[in-house]
């Protein structure tokens, strides 16, 4: 079963826009989730983080917002850039896991100039 | 600093066949993660260290896969009696504790081929 899902896999915005790819759960252990994003032949890098106590988190051109009540969250990239093009992985984890990451299946992300 | 290397970066190999990948963590994280990435689909959990000994390798699909980290530095996969369906990037992650909070550092995978 596909514990988190990004039902999106592509999405096109314009330079300077801004950018909201979505993520669903269904797992409600799921108490820590993170963006990662992923270029072409390398491995997914580290971008954004939220608890399950929050229900936003801020970083610069980076917003994540979490609904629990409706096991959603979001990342809105704003102003969006060329450069932001690339595969944006939503991952989730609970402490009655351990340290295992469950990931969607991707968002392909891309900017236009 | 040096992030998470891995080797080899591709390798093919025929149905049947043994093969061993490579993992080297960056220096003093002490958890380490493998993940196996198929075609369109997100990184999948096979198995987690703490220091030399596996935590969590209830990712693994079966007894073809096996993980070590002996020194509790660099790790390897191996793979046995490789099939088709064992063809996919696989991804090896380190992070600074265990903690389910930690962020997990990727390298760049190693994309493996069976013919």
Known sequence: DQQVKQNSPSLSVQEGRISILNCDYTNSMFDYFLWYKKYPAEGPTFLISISSIKDKNEDGRFTVFLNKSAKHLSLHIVPSQPGDSAVYFCAASAETSGSRLTFGEGTQLTVNP | ?115
């Open chain 2, 1 to 115: 600093g040096a992030g998470v290397s891995q080797t080899p970066s591709n390798k093919v190999t025929e149905k049947g066949k043994y093969v061993e990948l490579r993992c080297d963590p960056i220096s003093g994280h002490t958890a380490l993660y493998w993940y196996r990435q198929s075609l369109g689909q997100g990184p999948e959990f096979l198995i987690y260290f703490q220091g030399t000994g596996a935590a969590d390798d209830s990712g693994l699909p079966n007894d073809r896969f096996f993980a070590v980290r002996p020194e509790g530095s660099v790790s390897t996969l191996k793979i046995q009696r490789t099939e088709r369906g064992d063809s996919a990037v696989y991804l090896c992650a380190s992070s600074p504790g265990s903690g389910w909070r930690n962020e997990q550092f990727f390298g760049p995978g190693t994309r493996l081929t069976v013919l």
